[in-house]
């Protein structure tokens, strides 16, 4: 088969794109031809060796993945060969088959296509997790997204919506904030003319929002966690912006807010019974029109350098999705 190998920590310009053998399914494994593969920040990191996860070399970046089972392991029995699957690999996507962990491995609804469902399971799953386990986000509470318009923050202004929230999407372009009205999200901040702190405050008679969804980190965080509600959530996701903050403490005393991290990964592998929960929701909202994913841009397999670089860049518009078959 063909695959995006990291053969060295680097750049995107570092991988290769070759022939390389095929996976074999484990007992309790699965062995998926490929028809689609979301690109993910994490791609971005995994491949410098920035990323919690670090696999021998050499190894596909690609955490998530669409298409049809080849192969089964003999303890598998949810899944069998022909079915249409969407799996949460963590690396090895960017190739035209994956091996993946049974557990990791879910039936596509039958109204969701490939391109969809491979840009689904992580954006989508991270969010709900976000906002139900984390955030305990309920109806008629405000929801500030940063990053509003990448492929989490656009996951996170629907089901926040879909929760019954007052959402306020921010990011840094009014092009960005129109790809966030158009999910659904009530007030818009341009964090690049004004100051977010004082655009919440306005928003919110004061208050400061009740729950923040951050995957961006930097002085974005630092202005957040002053845009806080009494007993806000501020749910770390992520640190796109590059810089990990630093939290003041007193801040979180006066406020009686908490900062609450967010790995969904984990939560998979140590609650797979919630994490499942979350998906039959999520796919009913699908169903019912109330998440309606973007796929903003669609590359071939080849085309892996510039896929990961509008990643890297932070230009990305909802989910960036490799078409493999």
């Known amino acids: 088969m063909k695959a995006v190998l990291c053969k060295e920590f680097g750049p995107a310009s570092s991988l290769v794109f070759e022939e390389t053998t095929d996976p074999v399914a484990g007992d309790n494994q699965v062995v998926i031809d490929i028809h689609a593969a979301g690109v993910n920040f994490p791609d971005t990191l995994i491949i410098q060796g920035k990323y919690q996860i670090k696999p021998p070399f050499p190894f596909s970046p690609g955490g998530e993945a669409a298409g049809v089972v080849a192969r089964v392991g003999s303890n598998v029995k949810h899944v069998k060969p022909g079915d249409r699957v969407m799996a949460l690999t963590g690396y090895g996507s960017f190739a035209e088959k994956v091996v993946a962990d049974a557990a990791k491995v879910l039936p596509m609804p039958d109204d ?36 509003a318009s990448g492929g989490v923050g656009l996951a996170a202004v629907e089901i926040g919506k879909a929760m019954g929230a007052r959402v306020i999407a921010a990011a840094s372009s009014a092009e960005k904030l129109e790809v966030a009205r158009n999910a659904g999200a009530d007030e818009l901040i341009n964090y690049s003319e004004v100051s977010l702190k004082d655009a919440v405050k306005e928003l919110t008679g ?23 509600n009494w007993k806000g959530r501020l749910l770390v996701v992520g640190f796109a912006s590059g810089r990990i903050p630093d939290f003041p403490v007193n801040l979180a005393l006066l406020k009686g807010s908490s900062i609450v991290g967010v790995f969904w990964g984990s939560f998979a592998a140590r609650e797979p019974q919630a994490n499942l929960d979350n998906f039959r929701q999520l796919f009913a909202w699908h169903s019912e029109g109330k998440l309606k994913p973007l796929v903003s841009e669609r590359f071939a397999l080849g085309e892996y350098e510039q896929a990961l670089e509008l990643l890297s860049s932070r230009k990305a518009v909802g989910k960036v999705v490799m078409q493999i078959r």
């Open 206 to 228: 004061g208050k400061g929002a009740d729950v923040i969804y951050d995957p961006v980190g930097g002085d974005l965080f630092d202005e957040a966690v002053r845009a806080i």
């Open 112 to 147: 969701m296509d490939f391109t969809t469902a491979s840009g689904f399971s992580m954006t989508y799953g991270t969010s709900m997790h976000a906002l139900t386990q984390r955030g305990e986000l309920k109806p008629g509470e405000t929801l500030l997204v940063l990053g």
